[in-house]
Each structure stands twice: as structure tokens, then as C-alpha cells.
């Protein structure tokens, strides 16, 4: 492989029931380095027939594998702790093998293997957890009501290209500690660090065979795995299109399943006039331009107070113009480039609609940059009609749209109740009067409080309206993977 060290896997082959395997397809996908565009792997791209075969596997481990009918949740809970600490141990090359994947700052990797090796560990203290309520019957006392709670079963997993090993924890950690099983299909264009997460599950020796498997692809092996029977729940992280097609094919299957799906953001700020300046100008920065804006949750609608608009325009266009854009595993590079040619065009084009569509002005940035890759500089856009499409749409790339000044917090809440999306929101304040009521009015799933992108494994995410529903992260996520049974004895007989 170009650029890596030898793998301990074979990136040609895919993982079901517990071994490496060949895909029944001839087809590839080449899988690229998005800083120089080159090609650093080719993997297969798998069939309905390799996703029938992980999904089977999956399903004969629920119901007939000692995954949930003989394991106690401390098992679990010490197989996952054990799972940990091999990420843990082969972090360094995880961390290279993320950072050329997918063009992230080393830096900000690091901090993402942190998140993925605690949210193992945060989920395991679960697994053994698991726990119902008695429920007295009111007019029969030889009746006993209680309830259990039991994992959902079989689920599907379609993860995004943007965050691979991340977002993988946020989705199989909770799964497994409930007692699932999981069928895993990566981004297309970031499979790498799931198939290593392969590796290192397989080696633990404690899982058995057929509780996690990874099929390869694109669009087709996700429509075979949102389709098929045997799947009892799916979880998607993808665009609302995408998101909404999924919805829709899993109502029309043969049996109804249950559907966990966060999908994108067009995500406000509001800057009040009673802010640090140039810290908040950083902080803004940062929540737009983190992942080179290919966040969900990314601060892309950004509201200023009219009293002090014109002295903050100028220190947020110099904390952009100061991100530093360089080879992603350098430690000093702050920014790394687009996933790749497609949504380097998309980025561009979202670009050209703001200058010539919707007449805003750009304040730094808009154009490619370094000369290589799939890179697009910082750009802010200013003074933005707030219905523009740039202000509207979900773009996912480096661009920022300042709207035009406002005057009232209540005219702002008024607006963004009206935001299609409900992902995240931001506020930078001294007032905590401005403070509540911006985070008890405003229907965003997570809200930020000067700060911004801080995210930890204790607490949900996930949004309203267009951004989905459901949660991951914290305790409601695990819930999500279980489901209860209503039990009623009668004592007397």
C-alpha cells in the first residue's frame, strides 16, 4: 500500500462470521489520499450476495450464538474493555492510516481515537447494566407484572465517509454492549479504518463468530442491507436525501424495523455584543472550519449583533486567513482538504452560487488552494440575506455565511424556528437571561454555550426536523439498542 506500512489485514478481502473472506464481485473501489488525490487502496466493492451472507451470519449469532443466550453483561462489558485496549495499543497507526484516509490534521485524529477508545470503554460499563422495573398489579395480588429489556437484534449499520472511526464507535460501542449484533458497511471512501477495527476485534479472541461483520460499497450493498428481512434495526449517518430514502425503504419492507438516522445541519450561531472579540472570532472559526467543514453539526449560518458587526467582520476574516492548510500529518497544520473530487466540485459550486446567485460578498477565501488534492481555502461569505441558498443549504465544506446584522435575539429565534434543520446551535454570551432563552426556544438537538464541536461520550446527539431522529452518545443510545417485554405471572397457579 502506498504510503503505509504493510497492514496486518488484507484490504481485498471482507470480514463475516468471524474470518477474512473474498467478495463474490470482480468490482473495486480505489480509495484515495484526498491531500494529493492519489490512489492508496483498492478494495471490492461487495454484492446483495456478500451482504445476504454477513446478515445471515449476524442473525444465526443472535439467535443461536453465545453472544446474548450465553454471555452475562459482564462478559461483554469485558470483551469490549479488551476491544479497547487493542485500539489503544495500535493507535499510532490508526492514527496515520485516518489522517492519509481521509486528510484529517493528525492533530485532530488523535483526539478522535481518544473519543473512540473512552466510548468502548464508556459503553462497556453498560453491558452489564441491562435492567427492568415490577410493576404491581392494582386489583389482583397474585398477579406480578415486570418488565425485561432485550437487545433489538440484528442491526445495520451505513456510516459516512467524514468521521470513519469516530462514528463507528458512537454506533457499534452501544450495539454491542446491548447484546447486538452488527452488520457494518463504512463510507466508500474511508473503509480502511473499519477493516482494521476488524483486525483488531477478530484478535481479542472475544467475540464470536458472526457479531460483527463489514461489507464493502456504495450505494447498492446499502439498499440490499436497509432491504433485508433479517435486519432489525438500522442506523444511518448520511445526507437527508439519503437519510429519507432510507426511511421510506425501511416502512416498505416486509417487516417493519426500527430506524435510527442523523443526517445533515445548516447549524446558527448568534454573537452577542457582549463577547471577547477575538476569542469568539477563533471559536466561530473553528466550529465552521473544523473536518474543513464537513460536520454535520458545522457553524455555517452566523448571526452578529448590529452594535458590534463591523468590528468583528474583520477579526473573523483574520482567524480564518491565519488557519494553517498544510500536509495533514504535520503537526501544525490546523486544516485538511475535501474528501474528494466530488465534493470538492460541490464546495466549488455552492461558491460560484453565493457570488453570482445570490450576490453575497466574500470576505476571504473562495477559491482551490495549494495546488494539489481536493483542497479549498477558508472562505466567508458576509452580509448574507439569511433565505440565501449559501445560508440555507447544507454545503459541507469550509464556508461560512455571516448574515446580515441583527438587532433582536427574538427576531433570530424567530427565524431559525423556521430552519429546516435542527442539528446544533451556538451562542457566545455574558448574559445568562439571553443564554436561556436562546437554549429553551431554540429546537436544535445540542447547543453550544461559548464554546463550540465539543462533544463527550456522556451526553445524546442527534436533532429535530431534517436532521433526523434519534440519539447517539450517552445512555439514551444504548436504550435505542434495546427493547421491552411486558411480563405478567400469575403467582397463585
Not at 88 to 107: A, F, M, Q, V, Y
Not at 311 to 330: C, H, M, N, V, Y
Not at 410 to 439: C, M, P, W, Y
Not at 482 to 490: E, N, R
Amino acid at each position: 500500500m502506498h504510503a503505509f506500512t504493510k497492514l496486518p489485514f488484507d484490504e481485498n478481502l471482507i470480514y463475516i462470521n468471524g474470518r477474512w473472506i473474498e467478495s463474490s464481485s470482480t468490482q473495486t473501489t480505489n480509495v484515495e489520499n484526498p491531500d494529493t488525490a492519489d490512489i492508496i487502496a483498492v478494495v471490492p466493492e461487495c454484492t446483495a450476495g456478500d451482504l445476504d451472507q454477513a446478515v445471515q451470519a449476524a442473525y444465526t449469532a443472535f439467535h443461536d450464538g453465545p453472544w446474548v443466550n450465553e454471555f452475562s453483561g459482564a462478559q461483554r462489558r469485558d470483551a469490549m474493555l479488551a476491544l479497547a485496549d487493542a485500539i489503544e495499543k495500535s493507535r499510532d497507526e490508526i492514527e496515520l492510516i485516518e489522517s492519509i484516509n481521509t486528510g484529517k490534521p493528525i492533530t485532530d485524529v488523535r483526539g478522535e481515537l481518544d473519543d473512540t477508545i473512552d466510548l468502548f470503554r464508556h459503553f462497556a460499563g453498560y453491558a452489564d447494566k441491562v435492567e427492568g422495573r415490577h410493576i404491581a398489579a392494582q386489583n389482583n395480588s397474585n398477579l406480578e407484572g415486570y418488565t425485561v429489556k432485550v437487545p433489538v437484534g440484528v442491526v445495520g449499520f451505513i456510516n459516512a465517509f467524514n468521521y470513519p472511526i469516530c462514528l463507528l464507535a458512537w454506533k457499534v460501542a452501544p450495539a454491542l454492549a446491548a447484546g447486538c449484533t452488527v452488520v457494518f458497511k463504512p463510507g466508500p471512501q474511508t473503509p480502511l479504518t473499519t477493516q482494521y477495527f476488524a483486525h483488531l476485534l477478530d484478535s481479542t479472541n472475544k467475540f464470536p463468530p458472526g457479531v460483527f461483520n463489514v461489507v464493502l460499497g456504495g450505494a447498492t450493498v446499502g439498499q440490499a442491507l436497509v432491504d433485508h428481512d433479517l435486519v432489525d434495526k438500522i442506523g444511518f449517518t448520511g445526507s437527508v436525501a439519503t437519510g429519507k430514502h432510507v426511511i421510506r425503504s425501511t416502512a416498505s419492507t416486509r417487516n417493519v424495523r426500527s430506524t435510527s438516522v442523523e443526517l445533515g445541519g445548516k447549524s446558527p450561531g448568534v454573537v452577542m455584543p457582549d463577547v471577547d472579540l477575538d476569542k469568539t472570532a477563533k471559536l466561530v472559526v473553528s466550529g465552521c472550519m473544523s473536518n474543513a467543514g464537513m460536520n454535520c453539526n458545522a457553524l455555517t449560518r452566523l448571526w452578529v449583533h448590529r452594535s458590534i458587526y463591523d468590528d468583528f467582520i474583520p477579526r473573523l476574516k483574520a482567524a480564518a486567513e491565519s488557519l494553517k492548510l498544510g500536509t495533514p500529518q504535520q503537526n501544525d497544520t490546523e486544516m485538511g482538504p475535501l474528501i474528494d473530487h466530488r465534493q470538492y466540485q460541490r464546495v466549488l459550486e455552492y461558491i460560484r452560487i453565493g457570488k453570482e446567485e445570490d450576490k453575497a460578498s466574500v470576505l476571504t477565501g473562495g477559491e482551490p488552494a495549494l495546488g494539489r488534492g481536493y483542497w479549498i481555502q477558508p472562505t466567508l461569505f458576509y452580509n448574507v440575506d439569511p433565505k440565501a441558498r449559501i445560508a440555507t443549504e447544507e454545503i459541507f465544506g469550509p464556508v461560512l455565511s455571516v448574515l446580515e446584522p441583527f438587532d433582536s435575539l427574538d427576531e433570530v429565534i424567530e427565524i431559525e424556528r423556521k430552519n429546516e434543520f435542527g442539528l446544533a446551535a451556538g451562542i457566545f454570551s455574558r448574559n445568562h437571561q439571553d443564554i436561556a432563552k436562546f437554549t429553551r426556544k431554540l429546537r436544535s438537538g445540542t447547543i453550544w454555550v461559548n464554546n463550540y464541536n465539543t462533544l463527550y461520550s456522556y451526553l445524546p446527539f442527534g436533532g429535530f426536523r431534517n436532521s433526523g431522529f434519534g440519539r447517539e452518545l450517552g445512555y439514551e443510545s444504548f436504550d435505542g439498542y434495546l427493547v421491552p417485554k411486558a411480563i405478567i405471572d400469575d403467582i397463585s397457579f
